[in-house]
Each structure stands twice: as structure tokens, then as C-alpha cells.
């Protein structure tokens, strides 16, 4: 397993920005890429933010425009900058890492979960 530590989750007026960091454990295992997720009350888990170890980046739709990730390779950190937030965006928000083993092949880390509340 991947350990990962989140950080930087809280309560944020509709408009305004948070700064989600997640950092991986220094591990025998290669992080192919790594992503932020989220789940409000009642609904999936679903894919915010992707990006890959090369740099390559996907979003959801919903935050096109208004979120950015980004990665440090050295520190095996990956940030969620979040901005012009919605009280849609109300949900936890977890970390996940895509990593392979070269005994048990391709496996997923998940951190513990950070609130992110926006209100209106």
C-alpha cells in the first residue's frame, strides 16, 4: 500500500478558493498517477482531477476552469487549487494513487478524506 496524507480541506464562502495537498509515502512501488475524488452525502464517489506521472491532466466537466492539479514528483505531492468554489462542490474529498506492484500488479492508495464545505 500507498500511505497518503491530505491536507488543506475547511469551510469556504461561495467564490472563494482552497488548496488541497495530498502527499504519498516514499514506497518500492510506482505511482503511475494520482487524482483527487469526491463524495457529497447521498451520492457516488466520483473523479474530480487526474493527473499522470508525465503531467498529463482530465477533470470532470463540473470543474473545468475553476480547479487546477498539479504534481511534485520529488515530494510525490499532488495539489487540487480550487477556486471560484460552488456550494456544489460541498463533498469529502480523497486522494487516490495509482500504483503497480511488481508482484501483485496495478493497485489504487486511497487517503483518509478532507471536508470541503462551501456554503452560499
Known amino acids: 500500500q500507498v500511505q497518503l496524507v491530505e491536507s488543506g480541506g475547511g469551510l469556504v464562502q461561495a467564490g472563494g478558493s482552497l488548496r488541497l495537498s495530498c502527499a504519498a509515502s516514499r514506497s518500492i512501488f510506482s505511482i503511475n498517477a494520482m487524482g483527487w475524488y469526491r463524495q457529497a452525502p447521498g451520492k457516488q464517489r466520483e473523479l474530480v482531477a487526474r493527473?499522470?506521472?508525465?503531467?498529463?491532466?482530465n477533470y470532470a466537466d463540473s470543474v473545468k476552469g475553476r480547479f487546477t492539479i498539479s504534481r511534485d514528483n520529488a515530494k510525490i505531492t499532488v495539489y487540487l487549487q480550487m477556486n471560484s468554489l460552488k456550494p456544489e462542490d460541498t463533498a469529502v474529498y480523497y486522494c487516490?494513487?495509482?500504483?503497480?506492484?511488481?508482484?501483485?500488479?496495478?493497485?489504487?492508495?486511497w487517503g483518509q478524506g478532507t471536508q470541503v464545505t462551501v456554503s452560499s
Open positions: 487516490n494513487a495509482e500504483a503497480l506492484s511488481a508482484t501483485m500488479g496495478p493497485f489504487r492508495s
Open positions: 493527473i499522470t506521472s508525465g503531467g498529463s491532466t
